[in-house]
């Protein structure tokens, strides 16, 4: 069965760090691009970050750029969505998906075919 599952959320206060998870099994993600997406409440879903197979294309919203980085480990069928100088706007439920990945453009979500369950992050004092 193929399935994604995210680890890591949490509650952290403003200018906190969390570390995502986003692992597989079932499949191995070296082939797939990876990305992560994020849905606040009463919001529409938005694409937060993505990297390519080989990691050598990545993506960032423009909302998150310098403050999050994403990386993949495929010896360890995992990719990581490191979230450093945390908002309370990052407060969200956060995705991980396999489907495309560019530079140029911002991942589209009907793109995407495995998705995983989401981890709660929150961010409050």
């Known amino acids: 069965q193929v399935q994604l599952v995210e680890f890591g959320g949490g509650l952290v206060q403003p200018g906190g760090s969390l570390r995502l998870s986003c692992s597989a099994s079932?499949?191995?993600?070296?082939?797939?691009?990876i990305g992560w997406f994020r849905r606040a409440p009463g919001k529409e879903r938005e694409a937060v970050s993505c990297?390519?197979?080989?990691?050598?294309?990545?993506y960032y919203a423009g909302s998150v750029k310098g403050r999050f980085t994403i990386s993949r480990d495929n010896a360890k069928n995992t990719v990581y969505l490191q979230m450093n100088s945390l908002k309370p706007e990052d407060t969200a439920v956060y995705y991980c998906?396999?489907?495309?990945?560019?530079?140029?453009?911002?991942?589209?979500?009907?793109?995407?075919?495995?998705w995983g369950q989401g981890t709660q992050v929150t961010v409050s004092s």
């Open positions: 998906a396999t489907g495309p990945c560019s530079s140029a453009f911002v991942p589209r979500s009907y793109e995407y075919r495995y």
């Open positions: 990297i390519s197979s080989s990691a050598g294309r990545t």
């Open positions: 079932g499949f191995t993600l070296d082939s797939y691009s």
